[in-house]
Each structure stands twice: as structure tokens, then as C-alpha cells.
């Protein structure tokens, strides 16, 4: 069981990035998918989660309306777009994977990625 972040990176104030989170060792249509980030010093914060099936996502309120998240469920991947991203955004972003239905609790979640890095810098 392993999910693995990817597609983080630096970007100036205003510009986009996509996250990808790659879920192996299981089947990933069985699982809700959550993101969550944390900055230095700050408490982990909830960002988006996605249903099983993709009829139901949700959203943080820093980052709705400007953050989409997706699922692909035939190659096991979950996206994070991020778009108009604020120096606030940057943080590490972690995936999480439950079972019983999207939850913004992070301690409702099973397993974890190893996050990826977003600095929003000019």
C-alpha cells in the first residue's frame, strides 16, 4: 500500500501547479482520496478530498475556487489543480486514502504519501 505525491515544485504568486498522487498496492476506486497540507509551524490543514467515485468532492475555504481535484481512476492517480496560488499556499501536500466516504478530519485517514514541497515565492 503506497501513494506518492509528485508535481511539486516553486512558483511565482499567481501561477498554477498540478499535484499527482499515484496509489499502488491496492485498488484505488475502493478508496475516498484526501489532501491535506502543512507549513512550518502551522497545524496540518485540510485541502480537498475526492469520493471513490468522483461524484463528490470538497474543499478547503482558503482554497475553493481556486483549487479542482480529480480522480483517474484506471491509472490510479488523484489531481490536485491549483491555480492562482497565494504565497499562503505553500506548504508541504500530502495524499491520504480511507474508506467510508470523504472526511476533511486528516485523522479519519489511513494511509499517507510522503507529500511534496509547493513554495509560492516571486
Known amino acids: 500500500v503506497q501513494l506518492v505525491e509528485s508535481g511539486g515544485g516553486l512558483v511565482q504568486p499567481g501561477g498554477s501547479l498540478r499535484l499527482s498522487c499515484g496509489v499502488s498496492?491496492?485498488?484505488?476506486?475502493?478508496?475516498?482520496i484526501g489532501w491535506f497540507r502543512q507549513a512550518p509551524g502551522k497545524e496540518r490543514e485540510f485541502v480537498a478530498a475526492?469520493?471513490?467515485?468522483?461524484?463528490?468532492?470538497a474543499f478547503g475555504d482558503p482554497v475553493a475556487g481556486r483549487f479542482t481535484i480529480s480522480r483517474d481512476n484506471a491509472k490510479n492517480m488523484v489531481y490536485l489543480q491549483m491555480t492562482i496560488l497565494q504565497t499562503e499556499d505553500t506548504a508541504v501536500y500530502s495524499c491520504?486514502?480511507?474508506?467510508?466516504?470523504?472526511?476533511?478530519?486528516?485523522?479519519?485517514?489511513?494511509?499517507w504519501g510522503q507529500g511534496t514541497q509547493v513554495t509560492v515565492s516571486s
Open positions: 491520504a486514502a480511507r474508506n467510508g466516504g470523504i472526511s476533511t478530519n486528516a485523522n479519519h485517514y489511513t494511509y
Open positions: 498496492g491496492f485498488t484505488s476506486v475502493w478508496y475516498d
Open positions: 475526492i469520493s471513490l467515485s468522483g461524484s463528490k468532492t
